[in-house]
């Protein structure tokens, strides 16, 4: 069956460093990949996705490629900010819309320190 | 931006009763999830629903589970009875319609708590 898999528990950075969080998957078909971010008591919030074109995603600084060969979608950004601190999921699907059945990873909490 | 809400955010309850969890999607849209995450693990599918009907379910929605929306009013789950198993965030999410451009949204969770 599908699967994700992201870098595991907790990644702790300085401010100013930059961030990579890991996220492979399998799939039985050519999937759409999205990462998630949930911040403290809140609830998870679509941060980036894949496009069809190849295009490369990018939000808030964050951005992520979609590479087949590998089955990867790697979270990254060049400089960390403390308003970064959350969790963060890696998550797929067959279809962009409504009947998106997701299929999330674990998720990775991201502690940002100064 | 769009929100959905959850009510409560944290409900207690002995093995075997009933619990109903409630959900406000966003205001114009028509399809609607329930997500299921116990602790330390990933979020998991449960079912979606659609102009009154459930579209899809996965193996975790029980036949103790059941979901509806009354009249446009909340999408809820009621779980009934519950087991210890159940113990888990429920995370309720909606979307407008089909297609790459739908976003869906989430919200907080219900922390359920089976005792």
């Known amino acids: 069956g599908d699967s994700v898999t992201q870098t595991e528990g907790l990644v702790t950075l300085t401010e100013g460093l930059p961030v990579m969080l890991n996220c492979t998957y399998q799939?039985?078909?050519?999937?759409?990949l999205f990462w998630y971010v949930q911040h403290l008591n809140e609830a998870p919030k679509l941060l980036l996705k894949?496009?069809?074109?190849?295009k490369r995603p990018e939000h808030q600084g964050f951005h992520a490629t979609l590479h087949k060969s590998s089955s990867s979608f790697h979270l990254q950004k060049s400089s960390a900010q403390l308003s970064d601190s959350a969790l963060y999921y890696c998550?797929?699907?067959?279809?962009?819309?409504?009947?998106?059945?997701?299929?999330f990873g674990k998720g990775t909490k991201l502690s940002v320190k100064s | 931006g769009p929100k959905v809400l959850q009510i409560p955010s944290h409900q207690i309850i002995d093995m075997g009763q009933m619990v109903t969890l409630n959900c406000d999607p966003v205001?114009?849209?028509?399809?609607f999830y329930w997500y299921k995450q116990i602790l330390g693990q990933q979020m998991e599918f449960l079912v979606n629903?659609?102009?009154?009907?459930?579209?899809?379910k996965s193996k975790l929605f029980k036949d103790q589970f059941s979901v509806e929306r009354p009249d446009g009013s909340y999408f809820t789950l009621k779980i009934q009875p519950t087991a210890l198993e159940d113990s888990a965030v429920y995370f309720c999410?909606?979307?407008?319609?089909?297609?790459?451009?739908?976003?869906?949204?989430f919200g907080a969770g219900t922390r359920l708590s089976v005792l």
């Open positions: 999410a909606s979307t407008p319609g089909q297609g790459s451009q739908n976003t869906l949204y």
């Open positions: 799939s039985t078909y050519s999937p759409f």
């Open positions: 894949s496009f069809t074109d190849n």
């Open positions: 998550a797929l699907s067959y279809s962009g819309g409504s009947n998106a059945k997701l299929t």
């Open positions: 205001s114009n849209h028509l399809y």
């Open positions: 629903f659609y102009n009154g009907k459930v579209m899809e």
